[in-house]
């Protein structure tokens, strides 16, 4: 049998060097685009098999695609193997860079231990000689890699690139020692972008912060002043059970219990003097929900709006999705809507005109005298205290607990003066958060730019200098 033939030196560059026309973009004379198989090992990780409990609970890590959120520091797991599961897995040396190849097409990380990875993940284990571990890293999150990555993936249910696929991707190699400056001057740059986000982030906290202050002082009395002309919120008090009465005789058929009074261990804070504290359900109507079968919707606008739930009301705005014709729970233009099961506490005053309301959500329909802005303002305060009365495995909350509620009530034209500053307030501030989510992004698309600059040697690294990227090449292929 004739030995196979050896390749040339000459012939295995041409198979390592990427023809001009497959090279993404131009690069400086002294670097080469090869193939990413051919300067690194290609990893794909595997899962030991479940049924084996002694593969698992030990301290050697095991990383899926969640992990690589740690970025360019994946030191810890979200499950641990034991020596005996060590054994049977493909071991990932510290200082490779982890691509998921399954689903999350191209998230990345950069383990600082020692690890395994599961079949979501292809590992790049740099071959040191010719390629700076930190630079395949960088390299592999610039937008160039990015795009190669999910140009190849299959296109089925869930994305897939395998690791014959990803080895013959364009890979761009410059000298060693300008792989090295690339790195430490991104690395450089993208400190000092953290450092601004997280300061972002801080302000973001302190929106919070700021817009729960606002209706904190709003409810109690703090946020704007006392005018002599008001009527004491007693006289309200007077009028709005008159009006109870009159409500309740037109609904003969349901009795309902009077509710008690507020005792003084349950005020929440103090209020003004012509304030007063009042049973939530003193002050409202409260209609709870019911739920209607798909049959009975209809996705075409016939009929009035259906809110199924929490998911229907968003940045405060009503996201109508569904619609049903005849309505037996109706909200009314004004309601304040309050989710009541699931994801609980979410609010929004009803703009539409008639609206089918689900068991997860309920309508507080304030009694004239009550300004429907500052009853929301009030239910925005108070829901922290009603998710803590929330019982079961699904959080909810019970009608009891809303008509029972202490309620601190202002002279309505007080309660109008809130309502409107709040407004004012709160857009104000939702203005700033827009501007500093900007910041926020242009930040984001810095680091990428960052990163396009450095893989086209636009960085101000670049010393022409250095010895030409071929010799790695060609000290990688000797020993092929």
């Known amino acids: 049998m004739s030995k196979k033939k050896q390749k040339s030196m000459e012939e ?3 198979e390592a060097l990427v023809p001009e026309e497959e090279q993404p973009y131009i690069v400086p004379k002294n670097w080469v685009w090869t193939r990413t198989g051919i300067i690194h090992e290609i990893v794909t990780g595997a899962t030991p098999s479940k049924k084996n409990n002694e593969y698992y609970g030990g301290n ?9 959120d740690q970025e360019d520091s994946v030191i810890v797991a979200s499950e641990y193997l034991t020596d005996k599961g060590k054994e049977v897995s493909r071991i990932i040396p510290k200082h490779s860079t982890l691509v998921c190849c399954i689903g999350s097409i191209g998230k990345t990380g950069f383990n600082l231990v020692e690890c395994t990875t599961n079949q979501q993940i292809n590992s790049l284990i740099p071959n040191k000689k010719v390629i700076y571990p930190k630079y395949t890293y960088y390299f592999s999150l610039s937008s160039t890699y990015q795009n190669l990555l999910l140009k190849s993936s299959s296109s089925t249910t869930v994305s897939i690139i395998n690791k014959s696929k990803m080895s013959k991707l364009p890979f761009a190699l410059p000298p060693l020692n300008e792989q090295k400056r690339i790195a430490e001057k991104i690395e450089r740059l993208f400190a000092k972008i953290d450092e601004a986000k997280q300061l972002i982030e801080e302000v973001k906290e302190s929106f919070e912060l700021r817009r729960a202050a606002i209706l904190d002082k709003a409810i109690k009395g703090e946020l704007v002043s006392h005018s002599p002309l008001d009527e004491s919120a007693d006289n309200l008090l007077k009028y709005i059970e008159e009006q109870k009465h009159h409500l309740v ?3 003969k058929s349901k009795k309902e219990k009077p509710l008690p009074s507020v005792e003084q261990n349950e005020l929440l804070y103090k209020i003004p003097e012509n304030w007063c504290w009042v049973r939530l359900g003193e002050v409202i109507e409260l209609i709870s929900g019911r739920d209607v079968s798909a049959k009975e919707c209809n996705n075409e606008g016939v009929g009035v709006p259906y809110i199924m739930g929490a998911s229907n009301i968003v940045d405060d705005s009503l996201i109508i999705e569904r619609w049903i014709e005849k309505p037996s729970v109706v909200g009314k233009k004004g309601d304040v ?11 929004i005053i009803q703009e539409v005109e008639e609206a089918h309301l689900s068991r997860q959500i309920m309508g507080l329909r304030p009694i004239q005298g009550v300004h429907n802005g500052y009853l929301k303002i009030f239910i925005q ?3 922290q205290v009603l998710k803590e009365k929330s019982k079961g495995v699904i959080p909810g909350i019970s ?3 809303v ?15 809130i309502a409107e500053k709040v407004d004012i307030l709160l857009s104000k501030l939702e203005t700033e958060k827009e501007m500093v989510l900007e910041v926020e992004q242009k930040l984001n698309s810095l680091k990428q730019s960052i990163l396009n600059k450095a893989f086209r040697g636009e960085l101000g690294t670049n010393d022409p200098t250095d010895e030409h990227a071929i ?3 060609k000290e990688v292929l000797k020993y092929k």
């Open 12 to 14: 295995l560059l041409e």
């Open 60 to 68: 050697f890590p095991f990383v899926k695609p969640g992990d690589l």
């Open 249 to 251: 005789k037109q609904k």
């Open 337 to 347: 809507l309050l989710s009541v099961k699931g994801t609980v506490g979410k609010t």
């Open 381 to 383: 305060t108070y829901v």
């Open 399 to 401: 009608r009891k607990d």
């Open 403 to 417: 008509l029972l509620a202490p309620f601190p009530l202002p002279p309505y034209n007080e309660q109008k003066r």
């Open 471 to 473: 010799e790695l090449l």
